[in-house]
């Protein structure tokens, strides 16, 4: 989704990007990511992508970060006009919004979810771990334990399935192997890439200080019934998280 993003704002003519990555581009990344191709194979992500943006617009400002990216989270952050989260790390994600709360910025990020979505988070707003309970909240970003690993994705996934049609998509099976962490995630290049496009367009906006579409729940885009799916009310949530959380113990098997 990160990928998707930076190709739409280096196309529209974004001119200053910060790009942090840990590790370089392999053949498995071919079925989603814009920027993996068999020359930017075993090339470090954010440096191939570095080349190939600046192939779009030579006149591109870009910094790029390697693993050592969490040194230089204040500063890049700070010199950031907002943030996009496109890392399926739970400890990167985390380290992002909080260091982006504090400094006042606007995080841009997508559920993990079968169906494209986009949620646009402000420092005034309840942070991603608050709001669907984590149970990080007291933890150091980098000192989590594989079981609040496994929880917080857990209700992320009940988030997904109970304020969306997402569940009506996919192999129930296997998307019970993915929550119980016996399969890793699947993806789908044209969820993904337009995943990328709506983080795109919130980009732009809060570049231009124009209002975002999304909100800190934001939304979910459904392709096969050409529709925009919303967060239900808390009322009706409340009484459908129990169902929720049952169904989703069962299709993981325990």
Known sequence: ?????????????????????????????????LFAFMHTVDKHKSEATKEICLTINPQMNITVHHADWADHVEEAIEQADIIVNGTDDLGASLLLYRTAKAMGKTVIDAYASPLPSIYVTKASDPMPEDRMEYPTIGTEWNALSEEQRSQAFLREAEHVVLHSSSRKYID???????????????????????TGMFMTYEAIAG????????DHQGWFFNPYEAKIEKPKNSILAAILRPIVRRFLTKIMGD
């Open 1 to 33: 989704m990160g990928g998707a993003c930076v190709m739409g704002l280096a196309r529209a003519g974004v001119g200053n990007l910060i790009l942090a990555d840990l590790d370089g581009f392999e053949i498995s990344n071919m079925n989603r990511q």
């Open 172 to 194: 129930l099976d296997l998307a019970g192997e993915v929550a119980a962490g016996k399969r890793s995630r699947m993806s789908f290049a044209p969820m993904v890439i337009s």
């Open 207 to 214: 570049i231009l200080k124009k209002p975002h579409g999304a």
